[in-house]
């Protein structure tokens, strides 16, 4: 406990972030410099770097990440797996950079969601929100002699909220102004927008999941393509918009349309989704189909900002993530959404591809802080908690 002790009173923190998306194709790690936390936070980016997931190895992950597919027995394996792989890109990282594990205060894990039901069940009398991450945090500590902070979702879930988006609180932090409207939207697997209005208020910050976003995109460059994902846009560009299937698509959609607070995953806009609808589309060009859930996704997210957090005249949209090089989907953003003045995120060394990994930096700081860091606003939880476990090597 001294060790943690010692941590939380230093001016000056060396922190590692990590984590694996939804798309699963790579961890991403970030080393990154931490001053002060909350509202003196600054955070200097020293640098990053995304170690590719080999093929077998997600293709095992998606599969038991999948309803109906996977097993308790694989699930088990998964979640110490993941802990050493995560471990073992940490170490090459630091190994690479000549920098010594000790030189490390801590590491913020966010590991790989393998389900996620944030709607309510009624199970043996009580009321049941739930999620689960994997990649466990101790095995990460343990097998790298770091103290390792991880499990972000599951305090804000157990307050009632929904576990997600996490991101709004790094957000509001270092992105607020006082100057211009923004929504800072992330396009990882599943797309997430924040919306900081002109010299918002934390209570003030609102944030959810706009729908898809890279998930069906390639989930279908796999299946009809035998590729990872469309690389440039470079399939979907040979295609051209098929309405029926948009409509299709559309009409099968429960979740865009609806209120926030809300998030979701690939438990709704998984390959169960995706393959009920190209039943009826079996002679429609694979092109065609790409192109189509490819301006799917932007079409979801301008429907969400016009529906639930449209600023009044020009503000800025922020994209990060993988769909921030997408093609298709930045132009779609700007000829739907007119008053939008559409970049990709690059501040203070924050940018499009290290920001999620920046994020669970930040988590894990202030949570070594004691500060709690959820929204409640946004995940609608009872309560602000602090976020995380603590564990320690």
């Known amino acids: ?6 941590i939380r009173k230093k001016g000056y923190k060396t922190a590692l972030g990590v984590l694996s998306g939804t798309s699963v194709d790579a961890v991403d790690i970030v080393l990154a410099g ?69 030189e490390i205060d801590f590491i913020g894990s966010h590991g790989q969601t393998v389900h996620h039901l944030p709607a309510n069940d009624k199970l ?19 097998c790298t002699g770091i103290l390792t902070v991880g499990d972000f979702r599951t305090a804000d879930v157990a307050a009632g909220g929904g576990g997600a988006p996490l991101v709004p609180y790094l957000d ?23 919306y900081l209005k002109k010299n918002c208020k934390l209570n003030d910050v609102v944030a959810f999941d706009t729908g898809p976003g890279n998930m069906m995109i390639d989930y279908i460059a796999r299946k009809l393509f035998s590729r990872n994902y469309d690389r440039d846009c470079r399939l979907a560009l040979k295609g051209m918009l ?99 003045d559409v970049k990709i995120l690059d501040e203070n060394g924050i940018n499009s591809s290290n920001k999620e990994a920046v994020l669970f930096a930040v988590l894990a700081n202030e949570t070594l802080n004691g500060n709690p860091s959820n929204v409640i606003s946004v995940t609608g939880a009872a309560k602000n908690v602090k976020l995380g476990k603590i564990c320690l090597p």
């Open 124 to 142: 043996f009398g009580y009321s049941v929100k739930s999620t689960l991450q994997i990649g466990d945090p101790s095995v990460i500590a343990n």
């Open 34 to 102: 931490i001053r002060g936390s909350a509202s003196s936070l600054k955070v200097d980016v020293i640098d990053y770097q995304e170690y590719t997931i080999p093929q077998r190895l997600r293709s095992f992950i998606l599969e038991n990440s999948t309803p109906g597919r996977g097993s308790v027995d694989n699930l088990c394996r998964m979640n110490f797996l993941l802990g050493n792989l995560y471990a073992s890109k940490i170490n090459r990282f630091l190994k690479d950079r000549n920098i010594k594990n000790k």
């Open 1 to 6: 406990m001294k060790k943690l002790d010692g």
């Open 242 to 340: 098929n309405d029926a299937l948009f409509c299709e698509i559309k009409r099968r959609d429960t979740y865009y349309n609806s209120k926030p607070p809300k998030s979701t995953g690939r438990e709704f806009y998984g390959a169960a989704f995706v393959d009920g609808i190209l039943k009826k589309f079996r002679k429609t060009k694979p092109e065609d189909v790409l192109r189509t859930f490819t301006f799917y996704t932007a079409f979801t997210i301008s429907e969400n900002i016009k529906k639930f957090v449209m600023p009044k005249g020009r503000f800025e949209l922020l994209v990060s993530g993988g769909g921030s090089k997408n093609k298709i989907i930045l132009s779609a953003l700007e000829s739907l959404i007119k008053t939008a």
């Open 172 to 194: 509001f932090v270092l992105f607020r102004s006082g100057k211009k409207n923004r929504i800072l939207l992330n396009i990882g697997g599943i797309a997430n927008l924040t």
